[in-house]
Every structure is written in C-alpha cells, then in structure tokens.
C-alpha cells in the first residue's frame, strides 16, 4: 500500500521569500509518479509539477521546484519568490506505474499562508 | 479546451434522500476517478475507472453509493439513502492512463446532509 506523508499543518511565508513544504511517500514501487497540487479556497484541485521516480533531475516548473530525494523517499515543494496568490491547500500525491498507472494516494495536505 | 465540468456544484438535501453527482471528463482521458474530500484532508478515491470498466471500487460503500461510466465518457455518482456523514466534496478528475500524467480535477460538488 502507498501513503504520503506531510508533517507540516500550517505554514507562514513572508511575501518574496521561499518556502519548502514537505513530503515523504512509502510505496514498494520501484517505478511511481510524485506530483503536487494546489488547492485554493475555491476548491479546484491545480496541478502544479511531476517528478517520476526514475527522473535523474528534480523537476522544474517556473517558481515550482521539486526537491527530491529518492533513498529518503522524500519530494518537497520548494516555492521561489512567494506571492500572495500562493496562499492555498498543498497536496502531494503519488501514484504508482504498475499496469500503466494506479490511482493517486494523497496527503493529508499543508495550508500555506503567504504573509504581505 | 473545456475541463473537467462537475454538476451541481452545491447540493443540500435532507438524510435519507437520494442525490447524484454527474462528471463530463476532458475529452480522450481514458481514466476517470471519484474522489471524495472531508474538510481539511485529501481527498480519497472512490472509485476509478478505466474507459467503462470499473477498475478500482474497493473504496466505495456500496451499500449505498453506486457509479456508472456509459459508453466510457460522463460519469454519475448516486448515493442512496444519503446520510449525515456523507456531508464533503465530491471531486472528479480524469486522465490519461499512465503514471506519469497528472489528473485534471472538475471544481467538485459540495454535498451538505442536513
């Protein structure tokens, strides 16, 4: 069974400034995708980056990057340059490749709050 | 190119009623997901489907909720009888299949069971 774990409830960031949001996942795939999501407080669900387990490079996408760490099964989101518009739910999801892709396991989820 | 459209959005109906939910995914995604999200959490599969087939219903209570994917496109969710506890956001996402796309979410439906 997969589980995601994110130990951070809440977090604060001061406007300009960067922030990690952490996540640790536990699968016995060896091959899985790891993706964020963002949720503001209209309720969609906002892909934000993806990082397969077998990907070399952490992934990039604009201010979105992912740190991650496979032998500590560790993918934090770092966030560059916070802006108010970032103050959102935070879920990372992971979902294994096996018989071309499972579903996806989510976190119970981080709520940032971007300070002005 | 239109997303993932969810409807109603809002519902309120009193325990014991039947309500359903309908989910019209992104055009080509073989792979539709019912997610169910309580208040403050993540949201939890329901139930998957890949094309018309029911892949993954192992979480659905079926004792009272049931699904249906015609012809592999739109998508109902249908709780009968509803209770208290069912009161969360229904989320669909759909997708292509394979691990390394990501799902696209519809704006969910807020049940409240009063």
């Known amino acids: 069974a997969q589980k995601i774990t994110q130990t951070q409830p809440g977090m604060f960031v001061q406007e300009k400034e960067a922030v990690t949001l952490d996540c640790t996942y536990d699968?016995?795939?060896?091959?899985?995708?790891l993706f964020w999501y963002k949720q503001p407080s209209s309720g969609e669900m906002i892909f934000l980056i993806y990082q397969g387990s077998y990907d070399e490079q952490n992934a990039t996408e604009g201010r979105y990057s992912l740190n991650f760490q496979k032998a500590r099964k560790s993918a934090n989101l770092v966030i560059s340059a916070s802006q108010l518009g970032d103050s959102a739910m935070y879920f990372c999801a992971m979902r294994p490749s096996r018989n071309y892709g499972q579903n996806f396991v989510f976190g119970p989820g981080t709520r940032l709050s971007v300070l002005p | 190119e239109a997303g993932v459209v969810q409807s109603p959005r809002y519902k309120i109906i009193e325990k014991k009623q039947p309500v359903a939910f309908w989910c019209n995914p992104i055009?080509?995604?073989?792979?539709l997901y019912w997610y169910l999200q309580n208040l403050g959490q993540g949201p939890e599969l329901l139930i998957r489907y890949e094309n018309e087939e029911a892949v993954d219903d192992s979480q659905l209570p079926k004792d009272r909720f049931s699904a249906e994917r015609l012809k592999g496109v739109d998508s109902t969710l249908k709780i009968q009888p509803a209770e208290l506890g069912d009161s969360a956001v229904y989320l669909c996402?759909?997708?292509?299949?394979?691990?390394?796309?990501?799902?696209?979410f519809g704006q969910g439906t807020r049940l409240t069971v009063v």
């Open positions: 996402a759909s997708s292509f299949r394979g691990a390394d796309t990501e799902a696209f």
């Open positions: 699968t016995s795939d060896q091959s899985y995708g």
């Open positions: 055009s080509g995604h073989n792979t």
